[in-house]
C-alpha cells in the first residue's frame, strides 16, 4: 500500500493528511492558527511555526492510523501561493512571511501600474510587495540570498534544497507572451537584477529532493523520503476538484473564495488571475478575497454566547436557524467585503448591511451574508460563460464552506446550477497533493491520466422560484458597489 503524507497548509489552518492512492484519506489530523497583522492591511506568517505545526499535526495522523514513518512513500506540501520569505546567507529566516492577502504595497503597485503601462495589480499583487520589501526592508533585502514562497520555504526546509513550484513562480519561468509581461514587470519593479535570489522551477510531480535527517527526525518520517514540488494550495484544489480536462471548473468556499477554470485550446478569457497548472496548462481565477471568513465573523458576532459552549457543533445550528429564512433574507442584503476585494471591485471596499429593518434578526444577517459570497461567484461565472461561449450546467464545490447543506442549497438557488459536492470537501487539497505521488511514482504519465477513484457526490438541484427572487436581488446586489465607491474612498482612502 503506497501511502502519502500530505501537509495542507491554508491561510489560517493545516490538514495533515495520509492519504492512500486513488485518494481515500487513510489518517488526518489538523489545526488552527493565527495571522499576524501588525498594522492595518498587512498579512503575515511565522513559517517557522508552520513547520512545527507540520511536525505534531502529522504525527498526531500517524499515530491516529497507527503507522509508523516508514509507512510513508512521498512528502506533499502545499500552502498558499505568492508568499514572501527571505533566508540569509545562514539559513536563518530574515522576515515573517508577507502572505497572499497582505495589500501594504499601494504606492508601489502604482508606480509599477505607471512604468509598466499596464495594470500589474494592486498593494496585494506580488511583485508590489516585493518592491516594497526591497525599499522599505533595505537590510533585510541585502542580507537575503533566497526569496522563497510558503511551500518552498517548507520544502527548503525539509530537503536543504530550494525550488518554487511552476504554478508558484512568477519570476523564473514562462515562456511566449506570459514571460514577457513578466519580464516587463520586472523591469517595472526594478527587480530585473535581483533575479538570482529566487529559486530555479520545478513541475509539481517533480521529486525536488529527501528528508534530511534532522527534518525527518523532526516530522517523524524516515530519512531519504522523497518531497515533490507540490503545490499553491489554489493548483491542489484545482487538481483535487475534478478531472484535469480542457475546461474543467470548480468554486471554493474557504477562509478567501473563488471560481477557477482550466482553458480550453485557444480559449481567451479576460479574468481578474491566471496561473498555470503546469507547464502546458493555463488556468483562470475570478477570486473574492473574503470568503469564509466573513461567514465566521458575522457567526462570532451573533452567535458568540452559543458558540462558547457548542464549538463546532455551532454549525449545525447555524445551518438549522438559517433554513428558517426564506430565499433573499426578507429583502435583507449584506457584502461579504471585510477586508477589502479584489479586482473589478476594489480594497477599499468593505462590509455593509443594506436594507436592515427591525423585522430581520440573527438569521436574516447571517443568511445575507452567506447569500452574498453567491451573487458574488454568479456574477464571476456570467462572465466566464460571456467570453467563453459555453455554460456550465453543474458546479462542483469544495471547501469547508461546502459542508454546509443550507449554503449549497443556496448557492444552487442563486446560480440557477446543479452543484456537486465530494464526500470531503474540506480535503480536496490533500487529494490534489497525492495525485502528484501518483504522477511521480510513475503509476500514471501526468495528472490528467491519474486514475481518480470518484467520490460520492451529494447533487443540489436549483429551485425555480427561489432562482427568480435571487435574480432580482443579485441585480441589485452588483449595484452595491457602484453606488458605494465614492464613500469608499472616502472612508479607507483610495481604492
Not at 150 to 173: H, K, N, P
Request: proline fraction near 5%.
Amino acid at each position: 500500500m503506497t501511502l502519502v503524507m500530505a501537509y495542507d497548509f491554508g491561510t489560517t489552518s493545516l490538514k495533515a493528511a495520509v492519504v492512500q492512492h486513488g485518494g481515500r484519506i487513510v489518517a488526518d489530523a489538523d489545526v488552527s492558527y493565527p495571522v499576524s497583522q501588525p498594522e492595518p492591511g498587512w498579512a503575515e506568517l511565522a513559517v517557522e511555526m508552520l513547520w512545527d505545526l507540520a511536525a505534531a499535526t502529522g504525527r498526531r495522523a500517524l499515530e491516529t492510523a497507527g503507522l509508523s514513518g516508514d509507512d510513508i512513500s512521498t512528502v506533499v506540501f502545499v500552502a498558499p501561493w505568492k508568499g514572501i520569505v527571505p533566508i540569509g546567507a545562514r539559513g536563518d529566516v530574515l522576515h515573517p512571511a508577507i502572505i497572499w492577502m497582505d495589500g501594504r504595497a499601494t504606492a508601489e503597485a502604482r508606480e509599477i501600474n505607471e512604468r509598466a503601462g499596464f495594470f500589474v495589480g494592486t498593494g496585494q499583487e506580488y511583485w508590489p510587495r516585493l518592491a516594497w520589501l526591497k525599499r522599505h526592508r533595505a537590510k533585510v533585502w541585502e542580507r537575503s540570498r533566497l526569496i522563497l514562497g510558503l511551500t518552498g520555504y517548507l520544502r527548503w526546509r525539509a530537503t536543504g534544497v530550494a525550488s518554487v513550484e511552476i504554478s508558484d513562480d512568477f519570476v523564473t519561468s514562462g515562456d511566449g507572451p506570459v514571460g514577457d509581461r513578466r519580464r516587463a514587470i520586472l523591469a517595472a519593479a526594478d527587480l530585473d537584477d535581483d533575479l538570482g535570489r529566487f529559486p530555479a522551477a520545478v513541475a509539481s510531480t517533480d521529486i525536488v529532493g529527501r528528508l534530511t535527517l534532522p527534518a525527518a527526525t523532526e516530522l517523524g518520517l524516515a530519512p531519504g523520503t522523497p518531497v515533490l514540488g507540490g503545490f499553491g494550495d489554489l493548483s491542489a484544489i484545482t487538481v483535487g476538484a475534478a478531472p484535469v480536462v480542457d475546461g474543467a471548473a470548480h468554486l471554493y468556499f474557504g477562509t478567501s473564495s473563488w471560481f477557477a477554470a482550466l482553458l480550453r485550446p485557444g480559449e481567451t478569457v479576460e479574468a481578474p488571475l491566471t496561473f498555470q497548472l503546469a507547464a502546458d496548462r493555463e488556468a483562470v481565477l475570478f477570486p473574492l478575497q473574503t470568503g469564509c471568513l466573513a461567514y465566521d465573523w458575522i457567526v462570532e458576532q451573533v452567535y458568540g454566547a452559543e458558540k462558547a459552549h457548542l464549538h463546532e457543533a455551532i454549525q449545525e445550528l447555524v445551518n438549522e436557524q438559517v433554513a428558517e429564512i426564506p430565499p433573499g433574507s426578507d429583502d435583507l442584503l449584506a457584502t461579504h467585503w471585510l477586508t477589502g476585494e479584489l479586482p473589478p471591485l476594489s480594497k477599499n471596499a468593505k462590509g455593509v448591511f443594506l436594507n436592515l429593518t427591525t423585522r430581520h434578526d440573527r438569521r436574516h444577517m447571517v443568511r445575507a451574508v452567506m447569500e452574498s459570497l453567491c451573487y458574488s461567484h454568479r456574477s464571476s461565472l456570467e462572465r466566464f460563460e460571456q467570453q467563453t461561449g459555453r455554460r456550465l450546467d453543474a458546479v462542483r464545490v469544495v471547501g469547508g464552506g461546502a459542508s454546509s447543506r443550507v449554503w449549497m442549497q443556496m448557492l444552487a438557488d442563486v446560480l440557477g446550477r446543479v452543484v456537486e459536492v465530494p464526500e470531503r470537501p474540506r480535503y480536496t487539497g490533500v487529494i490534489g497533493a497525492q495525485f502528484c505521488s501518483v504522477v511521480a511514482l510513475g503509476e500514471a504519465a501526468d495528472l490528467s491520466s491519474v486514475d481518480r477513484t470518484e467520490q460520492s457526490v451529494t447533487r443540489f438541484d436549483p429551485d425555480p422560484a427561489a432562482h427568480e427572487i435571487y435574480t432580482r436581488l443579485h441585480r441589485i446586489y452588483t449595484g452595491i458597489h457602484p453606488a458605494l465607491a465614492d464613500l469608499f474612498t472616502e472612508l479607507n482612502g483610495p481604492a
